[in-house]
């Protein structure tokens, strides 16, 4: 059974509009996390919560909002869309500073 | 802001040959280096890590650190092709929440 849920895992979107990307851990970690990675990028941080604090942003766009309504749980809204956008999104999760365990991603298109 | 440099970008090695990744972190604070491996549309698994200088070994993987120089090495010895896949170094420091990616070395194992 996946530890670590990703939904969904295919995304098409427009350009402009607004979604939503679900992840929820069962693993009991304390930090969760997430990366972006495309073609042109390799995996690049973007934010790590812990007890559904942040503890570190470095997405420089406020398009981009992390959401952390229970602590095993860190959405990622993006809002106002673009093709630059488009990428897989992994969500991940840790115990303190141990190894980070990632979900199977979601893969965004934005056309 | 912690960088991780990884080198070569690329290798190719035969089956059965010895394949060696490096990467060396900008951060004198570095306290754990992983390394992962992705298969090409998978998401990183964590294969080993290492935060005291020296090595450690499992199976075929071999894995150095040398923390005043903050540079780690993979060996892969007796390489397989299944082992072809983008090998990425990960670092985290100071007890941070934000593990930070090399770009990764994609490893091909021909036959």
């Known amino acids: 059974d996946p530890k670590i849920i990703q939904k969904p895992k295919y995304l098409v979107a427009v350009t402009g509009s607004e979604k939503i990307l679900i992840c929820e851990q069962y693993l009991g970690h304390n930090a969760m996390y997430w990366y972006r990675q495309s073609a042109k990028k390799p995996l690049e941080f973007m934010f790590s919560y812990s007890y559904q604090k942040l503890m570190d942003n470095q997405t420089a766009s406020s398009r981009f909002q992390p959401q952390s309504s229970k602590k095993n749980h860190l959405d990622l809204q993006i809002t106002a869309l673009k093709p630059d956008d488009s990428a897989t999104y992994f969500c991940?999760?840790?115990?303190?500073?141990?190894?980070?365990?990632f979900g199977e991603g979601t893969r965004l298109s934005v056309l | 802001q912690q960088k991780v440099q990884q080198s070569p970008e690329s290798l190719i090695v035969p089956e059965g040959g010895m394949a060696s990744l490096n990467c060396t972190s900008s951060?004198?604070?570095?306290?754990y280096f992983w390394w992962y491996r992705q298969h090409s549309g998978k998401s990183p698994k964590m294969l080993m890590?290492?935060?005291?200088?020296g090595e450690k070994e499992e199976g075929r993987f071999t894995v150095h650190l040398n923390k005043a120089s903050l540079h780690t090495s993979l060996h892969i010895r007796d390489s397989q092709p299944s082992d072809s896949a983008l090998y990425l170094c990960a670092a985290t420091s100071g007890g941070n929440y934000k593990p930070t990616f090399g770009k990764g070395t994609s490893l091909v194992v021909h036959p």
């Open positions: 951060d004198r604070n570095v306290d």
């Open positions: 991940a999760s840790s115990q303190r500073i141990q190894a980070p365990l």
């Open positions: 890590s290492i935060f005291s200088n």
